[in-house]
Structure formats: C-alpha cells, structure tokens
C-alpha cells in the first residue's frame, strides 16, 4: 500500500503543470510606486459614486495648486455638478451657472501651462506619433508626446483638462473635463492638463449624454450634482484611497511597450509594429 501511496504522489507531481514562465515585460514589486497622497483627487457625486483623478503638478504646477486650493476650500461640495456630457468626447464638471466665485488665493487666468521644457522621458514608443515627433513616458507614469525639447500631456481617455474660455482665458480648474470617447489630439498644446481619471471613469463614461449643443445639459435635473471634492491627504488615514503607478526607467517596462506594439497570442497573427500612445497608457493599479 505505501509503494502504491508513493507511486500516486509521484504521478501527480509529474502531471502537475509547469509553473507559468515570467515574461520579461513582467514588472518587478520594486517596478510599483505608490502615487502620493496630494496627487490623489477624489470626487464623490450625489448618486453615490466617486472617481478619482492624479494630478499632474509637475506638469502643470499653477493650474494644480489653484485646485488644490479649490478642494481644500470645499468649493466643489456645493452648487457644482457634471453638466455635460458630450458622446465620444467629454464628461465636464464644476459650475454651470459661471456665477460662483473662486476660492480665496485662487489665480483666475494661471499661465498658459499647455506644454513645457523637456523632454522627461525615460522609455518611448518605436513609431512617431501623428501629432508630435515622438510619444514616450516619464518615470513617474505619465504619457508624453513632445517635438524636440517641447512636450506636453496628450488628451487621450481619461486625461483631464482645464475647460476655458477663448484665449486669453487659460481656466482657473474650477471647470474640469475628461476624455471620454476617442482621443481629441487636436486638443494638445491648447489647453492645460492637469490629470489623469485613475479609478471610477465608468461613473462619467456612462453618463446620460446631454441634450444641448456640445452635450450640455438643458436642465438643472439632468445634472450630476458633487457632493464632495477631497486630496486623499485631508481624509482620514483609513478612508484614504491608495493607488501605484508603474515605473518606466527599467528593461521591464521597455518589453512592456514591444508587448503593446506587436501584440502576441494566439488571436493576433499580424504585428501592428507600433502603438498609438492613447492605446498604450501607463499601468495604474489600486495597492495590493
């Protein structure tokens, strides 16, 4: 009986299957860093839900601080909502009416924050891009698109932006966007970027489309009201949501942009050879 036990044991073992082989686009636990806490934006609307958007300071430092000035103000948590919400397009939100006023220390036209020195990336897509000469990543997870030493935040899904007026209005960051359909390039470089929707985009996405021109809102109703505006750094440390971003100054990420470009698998028989950078946007994930 024992021989047979073993014979069993060791039969089993043979048909195990292999453990699966990491990949060398496979990140490392070192490869993760945790997003900081100023960075993190939480919107709570009416109906329960909330999404959360990482700022972009160094990108856009005045148009950022004006924000953060914004939520610490609470201004969002009264009188604001989303009121539009165009197809392929935007989810917009702050003030309808334009009537309230800003927050105190709030710079109400900020310099024009559409692009900037660079280039700060560390790994970048084999193609050009069609709206600049290169598109790359910096090390802390941003997307980048940029021409010579010029570069900027591309508008793809889910990046934010600063609604505004006709030049010389720049926006103060009191009226916010996201993209929500496919990526308006045409954007880039005329409007500053503050962000990125890392968490609950589906709660705009899948918004009622507004009725009106550019998909306002015609009535008050129709609006999503905000309950709530907070830096993950003013909750309580138990509420406080905690996200990582993926580091892009390593080998790893460099096989993940192959793996992007020249998709593997049974499915695809053809390489495309390049990658749209809106289609391969830096990994975020909440932290184990």
């Given at each position: 009986?024992?021989?047979?036990?073993?014979?069993?044991?060791?039969?089993?073992?043979?048909?195990?299957?292999?453990?699966?082989?990491?990949?060398?686009?496979?990140?490392?636990?070192?490869?993760?860093?945790?997003?900081?806490?100023?960075?993190?934006?939480?919107?709570?609307?009416?109906?329960?839900?909330?999404?959360?958007?990482?700022?972009?300071?160094?990108?856009?430092?005045?148009?950022?601080?004006?924000?953060?000035?914004?939520?610490?103000?609470?201004?969002?948590?009264?009188?604001t909502s989303v009121y539009r919400v165009q197809d392929n397009y935007v989810a917009q939100w702050g003030d309808a009416t334009e009537k309230k006023p800003l927050a105190a220390g709030v710079v109400e036209t900020p310099p024009a924050?559409?692009?900037?020195?660079?280039?700060?990336?560390?790994?970048?897509?084999?193609?050009?891009?069609?709206?600049?000469?290169?598109?790359?990543?910096?090390?802390?997870?941003?997307?980048?698109?940029?021409?010579?030493?010029?570069?900027?935040?591309?508008?793809?899904?889910?990046?934010?932006?600063?609604?505004?007026?006709?030049?010389?209005?720049?926006?103060?960051?009191?009226?916010?966007?996201?993209?929500?359909?496919?990526?308006?390039?045409?954007?880039?470089?005329?409007?500053?970027?503050?962000?990125?929707?890392?968490?609950?985009?589906?709660w705009l996405s899948s918004l009622p489309r507004g009725t009106g021109d550019l998909g306002f809102y015609t009535t008050a109703g129709e609006r999503s009201p905000i309950v709530s505006a907070r830096l993950a750094s003013a909750l309580?440390?138990?509420?406080?949501?905690?996200?990582?971003?993926?580091?892009?100054?390593?080998?790893?990420?460099?096989?993940?942009?192959?793996?992007?470009?020249?998709?593997?698998?049974?499915?695809?028989?053809?390489?495309?050879?390049?990658?749209?950078?809106?289609?391969?946007?830096?990994?975020?994930?909440?932290?184990?």
């Amino acid at each position: 009986m024992l021989n047979f036990l073993l014979a069993a044991a060791l039969a089993q073992a043979v048909a195990a299957p292999p453990a699966a082989s990491a990949l060398p686009s496979d990140p490392l636990p070192a490869d993760w860093v945790a997003v900081p806490d100023d960075e993190l934006l939480v919107f709570t609307l009416a109906n329960g839900h909330s999404f959360t958007v990482r700022l972009a300071s160094r990108y856009a430092p005045v148009h950022v601080a004006n924000i953060r000035k914004l939520a610490a103000a609470r201004w969002w948590d009264a009188g604001t909502s989303v009121y539009r919400v165009q197809d392929n397009y935007v989810a917009q939100w702050g003030d309808a009416t334009e009537k309230k006023p800003l927050a105190a220390g709030v710079v109400e036209t900020p310099p024009a924050e559409y692009s900037h020195a660079g280039p700060t990336t560390v790994a970048r897509l084999a193609q050009r891009d069609p709206y600049a000469e290169w598109a790359g990543y910096s090390r802390d997870g941003w997307p980048l698109a940029g021409n010579g030493a010029t570069e900027w935040l591309p508008h793809c899904y889910g990046m934010v932006g600063v609604a505004r007026d006709l030049a010389p209005s720049t926006g103060s960051g009191a009226e916010l966007y996201t993209v929500i359909g496919h990526s308006p390039r045409a954007l880039d470089r005329n409007i500053a970027v503050v962000g990125r929707v890392i968490d609950g985009i589906e709660w705009l996405s899948s918004l009622p489309r507004g009725t009106g021109d550019l998909g306002f809102y015609t009535t008050a109703g129709e609006r999503s009201p905000i309950v709530s505006a907070r830096l993950a750094s003013a909750l309580p440390a138990a509420a406080r949501p905690h996200f990582e971003y993926r580091r892009a100054d390593n080998p790893r990420f460099t096989a993940w942009i192959t793996s992007r470009e020249n998709r593997s698998g049974p499915f695809f028989t053809v390489p495309a050879g390049g990658a749209d950078i809106c289609a391969a946007l830096p990994p975020v994930r909440k932290a184990p």
